[in-house]
């Protein structure tokens, strides 16, 4: 699967292997279970983030990957919006320290709100 990633007006495709998603299921379980204990998201504490949060997270965490090279948690965060939001096409990061402002593009084109 793709999954297109912008980062400062500067947008890639990242491949996201189907064995990625698959094989990284428990650890996205395992995600979801941190995440329902709320979540520092910038400068407000989300008590009961929503899928839409869920992925602004895991896009904050592609925003670290990217900036320390690590790849296999780059496809990780990928594989996890991914799986946790079918359609998605695009993430857009906001890398300002704001993860509510991270958008969620639908391959209709329309970000998600």
Same mark, same amino acid.
């Given at each position: 699967?793709?999954?297109?990633?912008?980062?400062?007006?500067?947008?890639?495709? =990242?491949?996201? #292997?189907?064995?990625?998603?698959?094989d990284g299921e428990a650890f996205f379980r395992k995600?979801?279970?941190?995440?329902?204990? &709320?979540?520092?998201?910038? #400068?407000?504490?989300?008590?009961? #983030?929503d899928q839409l949060n869920r992925c602004q997270i895991?896009?904050?965490?592609? =925003?670290?990957?990217?900036?320390?090279?690590?790849?296999?948690? =780059?496809?990780?965060?990928?594989?996890?919006?991914?799986?946790? =939001? #079918? &359609?998605?096409?695009?993430?857009?990061?906001?890398?300002?320290?704001?993860?509510?402002?991270?958008?969620?593009?639908? &391959?209709?084109?329309?970000p998600l709100h």
């Open positions: 699967m793709q999954l297109k990633i912008t980062i400062d007006g500067k947008t890639k495709a =990242l491949d996201v #292997p189907t064995t990625v998603l698959d995600m979801d279970g941190d995440m329902d204990k &709320g979540w520092q998201m910038g #400068p407000e504490f989300i008590e009961n #983030p895991a896009a904050d965490k592609i =925003l670290v990957a990217v900036d320390t090279r690590n790849n296999k948690l =780059l496809l990780l965060m990928a594989g996890y919006i991914l799986s946790r =939001l #079918p &359609g998605v096409s695009e993430v857009i990061i906001d890398n300002n320290g704001d993860m509510l402002s991270t958008q969620l593009i639908m &391959g209709d084109g329309k």
